[in-house]
Structure formats: structure tokens, C-alpha cells
């Protein structure tokens, strides 16, 4: 496990680093060999490459334990130690299992395809694995027959019916009990009057008291008071029940 530091510069530099742990904002110490908020010491050296490599500051930091150095992205600053450590770069790195190296996946029996994994297996409850091996354990096609009828998975389904068209449907007279027209008057009721007024037979006109009886019936369902112009003093309404 290590964390691979290279990086180009004018030769003959004195040059340090420091390493951030993005996950968190902490930053290595490189007294404790900790990540820490405030480390007491911060910058280590960053030695020049020899011979033809002139110019190339190298250095591979190791061990690299898992516990300080956690899955995640890492930022390697280099400082110019000749500068009051002024900032000439930064460099990022990915870390996996305390190493720098790019994750490649492995050949032979070693690897366990995920796809071969039974479930839920060891997932811990909760995971989406043990979610998924405890909660889809049957084919999807087996939880509807949905056709036009009852869902399967409904214990006591209702059945409809034909409804694709309008065919048998009517509106009870009960259906208008509900509407009110005026103050005790619902929406069946006052259609009676109406009728009534419009086609039922009529008495007394002119006589001072009026009787209209219902439209094709012979019930009273108006009996007016009026005087000589027709002016309406007073209206009885005999309306169904």
C-alpha cells in the first residue's frame, strides 16, 4: 500500500508536500502518521530524482494503513520549502484500500462475479442486497394478470363490469335529492312547480285564487292568491315527497 508522488520542477529546488484528506478536511501529520485537523507537523521533504531524472521530485509514501488513508479523494500539495512554503501545486490521488494504484479487476478464481451472488446472502439487513433477496422473491409477470380483470394480489376484488362504454348507466330521480334550489326545496321538487306552471290545468283564474294542477296529473301543485291584474299575494306549493 503507498501513494505515488511525482512531480516536475526547476532543478535544484527545495520542495515539500502535504496531503488533505477530502473527506473530511483533515490533513496528515507526518509527526503522528495521523490525519488530523491541525497537525503539528504538516510538510515532509519532497527530494529532487537523481541523474538523468533531474528535475523530477519523487517520493513513495509507505505503509499507506487503511485506517488513515480511507476510500476517497486526496489532494498532495507541493510547497516551495525555499518560499515560506508558498503553494507551486496540487495534485490529486484517489485512494482504495490504502493504495493510490487504479483499482483493475482481477483474473481468475479469485473473483466473485456479483451477479453469481445469492441473495441476501451475507448482506447486512438493510442493504440493498438483503432488500433485494428478501423483498423480490418471485417473478415480477407473477405479481399482476392484470387483463381487464381482478388483480391477483387483490384478496377480495371488486368486479366492475363492462365499462368501456355508457351503455346501462341512468341517473335515479334520488340522484337529485341532494341539489337544493331554495330552503327545503331540492332539485327534483322544484322541477315539479315548473312543470305545473307550464302545462298543468288551471282554475279560478280571475276569480282572486288560483289552482294549477300538476303537468299530466291531477294533484294540486299551485294555488295562488292574486288580484285583479294577476299580481300573486300569496303561493301555496304542494310539491312530491
Partial sequence: MALRIRFQYLTGS??????????????????????VASPS??????????GQFLGRYKLTMTPTPVAQFTDGDYVVTIHDQANANVVVAE??????????ATVIPQSGSSVVDPWSVSLPGSYASGSAGSILGTNLDAHVSSRSTFA??????????????????????ALVSSGLDAIQVESGVNARQALSPILAACAGVVAGAGTGVVVIKGGNSTTTRITATTDNAGNRSSVTLTLPT
Fill in 14 to 35: 527545495k520542495l515539500g508536500y502535504s496531503i488533505e484528506r477530502l473527506g473530511d478536511g483533515t490533513f496528515y501529520d507526518f509527526s503522528t502518521s495521523t490525519f
Fill in 41 to 50: 507537523t504538516p510538510i515532509s521533504n519532497l527530494p529532487e530524482d537523481t
Fill in 91 to 100: 495534485l490529486g490521488s484517489t485512494m482504495h484500500l490504502g493504495d493510490d
Fill in 148 to 169: 381487464g380483470g381482478a388483480v391477483a394480489s387483490v384478496t377480495a376484488p371488486v368486479t366492475v363490469g363492462t365499462n368501456n362504454d355508457k351503455s346501462g348507466y
